[in-house]
């Protein structure tokens, strides 16, 4: 394990077996632990780690009141064995090799934008793909050197200066996640497929206002928060 930034944690494990996922799925985890609150024992985490990768990574938000099962997540030592119960989800990139993609995350819904990101690297695709990276502080940029690497073109969203940035990363100053500040980032959002992750209420929110704004394919996956 190892922290990204002072809300946020990131897990990686060796599978005993292969895992199969395309870019974007995510997992879901069976961790036993005592008191359990009434969420249970299992959780889903967007996959970060590339398919093919040597281990499984997940990127976790932990909030000062958080849950039993993040708890119980970070007190695990490494050599814990956890199981993994299977892999789902649509959020995954277009099956068109030519499709253009926008990627939207709100805090740690970058996670799934980094699993993608290093698949369309790897393509030669992540040149022209634009991350609109919004968060509540400058010290929340999780991924930030994993993100950088794919040459992917970043623009922040942030209340405080982010300092110096990446070749390709601009700043876009303070101000609210809505569809003025994606078009803003993402001129040719409309033309585009938009990828939106991040809190239920916001990534509906926005999927509202930016196909009013012209934008027709449209992904979403939401962070509960749990």
Known sequence: RRQLTPTAWEFRFRAAAPVRFAPGQYLELTLPHRRPDRGGVRRVFSISSA?????????????????????ALLALEPGARLRATGVWGDFTLPRDPDAKVAF??????????????????????????VLLYAVRSASDLAYREELA???????????????????????????ALDADTVLRAIPDAATRHVYLSGAPAEV?????ALRAAG????????????
């Open 51 to 71: 398919p093919g990768a040597p281990e499984v990574a997940i990127g976790v938000r932990v909030r000062e009141q958080t849950s039993s099962f993040k708890r």
């Open 215 to 226: 934008a027709r394919r449209i992904r979403t996956d939401v962070f509960l928060g749990y």
């Open 104 to 129: 939207v995350a709100a805090g740690i819904g970058v996670t799934p934008f980094v699993s993608h990101l290093a698949a369309l690297a790897a393509a030669g695709r992540a040149a022209d793909t």
């Open 204 to 208: 509906a929110r926005l999927r509202r």
């Open 149 to 175: 690497a794919t040459g992917c073109r970043v623009a922040v969203l942030s209340p405080d200066d982010p300092g110096e940035l990446p070749e390709g990363w601009a700043w876009l100053g303070a101000g």
